[in-house]
């Protein structure tokens, strides 16, 4: 196998094999001609053929050195694509972005953000996938998303993270359910009716936050039906079947014939959360930027700063 040349006898070359002229060439590189001269009969011996044809007043590519120029202009070519590909992502204008999201995510952080964000950095390859939290967390951990948008807290020295909103517990129930007439409820009140909740599979971060909440007050749910998703929760609350404990940014999203009651004794808060790995990539810091400057995201800062 013949020794491979190096880069800068290949560059040296390519601009004689260009300028067909020694002087011009070294010049372009900003080398001394002898230099230039050096690396090109370097190249030439460790290829063991010639590339130029040479005389005092003419340099000639011969029929190898013709196909050698032509295979290495195109490698110099792809080396600079590379070069420009490698530096946009790390400006984060290009690349791939993975951000995950749940539930909570899904009405307005995530298609918002997404929609801002390749507004702005439109040559990012931007994928959206649905997991629950702690399927986020070990996506994350495994580097299979580059961020989450996840229901915390979240607090692991491996992870930063931007909380987005945080939203009180409210009651949905039908407007047939006698709990309707109240203006609000009590955490015992929810205990005593029957529950409608996520199942577990999809729901069980959440569930565990709504099983700590009423904990904290020696009560529990029972537990009437389950569903897989939002829309069933709320279709099994409108037929009559129970009543969901959910976070408030859902109010807008019940359907006609739920209402939403507030739980005066609640004092449990549902966080929303940005979170990825390490400092994050520049195209994942751009996402969290956006994040922030959405108007829900000023809402909040706003209430905070009140």
């Given at each position: 196998?013949?020794?491979?040349?190096?880069?800068?006898?290949?560059?040296?070359?390519?601009?004689?094999?260009?300028?067909?002229?020694?002087?011009r060439a070294a010049e372009r590189l900003r080398l001394d001609q002898s230099a230039l001269s050096r690396r090109v009969r370097a190249l030439e011996e460790r290829l063991g053929f010639a590339l130029l044809v040479r005389d005092t007043h003419s340099v000639q590519l011969t029929a190898a050195g013709d196909a050698f120029y032509a295979s290495n202009r195109e490698l110099v070519a792809?080396?600079?694509?590379?070069?420009?590909?490698?530096?946009?992502?790390?400006?984060?204008?290009?690349?791939?972005?993975?951000?995950?999201?749940?539930?909570?995510?899904?009405?307005?952080?995530?298609?918002?953000?997404?929609?801002?964000?390749?507004?702005?950095?439109?040559?990012?390859?931007?994928?959206?996938?649905?997991?629950?939290?702690?399927?986020?967390?070990?996506?994350?951990?495994?580097?299979?998303?580059?961020?989450?948008?996840?229901?915390?807290?979240?607090?692991?020295?491996?992870?930063?993270?931007?909380?987005?909103?945080?939203?009180?517990?409210?009651?949905?129930?039908?407007?047939?359910?006698?709990?309707?007439?109240?203006?609000?409820?009590?955490?015992?009140?929810?205990?005593?009716?029957?529950?409608?909740?996520?199942?577990?599979?999809?729901?069980?971060?959440?569930?565990?936050?709504?099983?700590?909440?009423?904990?904290?007050?020696?009560?529990?749910?029972?537990?009437?039906?389950?569903?897989?998703?939002?829309?069933?929760?709320?279709?099994?609350?409108?037929?009559?079947?129970?009543?969901?404990?959910?976070?408030?940014?859902?109010?807008?999203?019940?359907?006609?014939?739920?209402?939403?009651?507030?739980?005066?004794?609640?004092?449990?808060?549902?966080?929303?959360?940005?979170?990825?790995?390490?400092?994050?990539?520049?195209?994942?810091?751009?996402?969290?930027?956006?994040?922030?400057?959405?108007?829900?995201?000023?809402?909040?800062?706003?209430?905070?700063?009140?």
């Open positions: 196998m013949r020794a491979r040349p190096d880069f800068p006898q290949i560059a040296a070359f390519l601009a004689v094999a260009e300028e067909l002229n020694f002087r792809a080396l600079d694509a590379s070069v420009e590909r490698a530096a946009s992502v790390a400006r984060g204008t290009g690349g791939r972005l993975r951000v995950a999201y749940m539930t909570f995510a899904a009405l307005d952080w995530a298609p918002q953000a997404a929609r801002r964000f390749r507004e702005a950095r439109p040559d990012v390859d931007l994928e959206l996938h649905y997991l629950p939290t702690l399927a986020q967390k070990l996506a994350l951990s495994r580097g299979e998303v580059d961020l989450g948008l996840m229901l915390g807290p979240l607090d692991h020295p491996d992870f930063s993270t931007q909380i987005l909103a945080e939203d009180p517990l409210l009651a949905f129930v039908a407007e047939s359910d006698p709990l309707a007439k109240q203006a609000a409820l009590n955490l015992a009140d929810v205990a005593r009716a029957r529950a409608i909740v996520g199942r577990r599979a999809q729901w069980d971060f959440y569930r565990a936050l709504i099983d700590e909440a009423l904990a904290l007050r020696g009560l529990a749910l029972g537990v009437a039906f389950e569903a897989p998703d939002l829309v069933g929760i709320l279709g099994l609350v409108r037929a009559g079947l129970g009543v969901a404990l959910l976070p408030a940014a859902l109010r807008a999203l019940r359907p006609e014939g739920v209402v939403a009651r507030e739980i005066a004794d609640c004092d449990t808060k549902i966080v929303t959360l940005a979170a990825w790995r390490g400092p994050g990539s520049s195209a994942a810091l751009a996402f969290v930027e956006t994040l922030r400057g959405l108007d829900g995201a000023r809402r909040l800062r706003s209430t905070a700063d009140s």
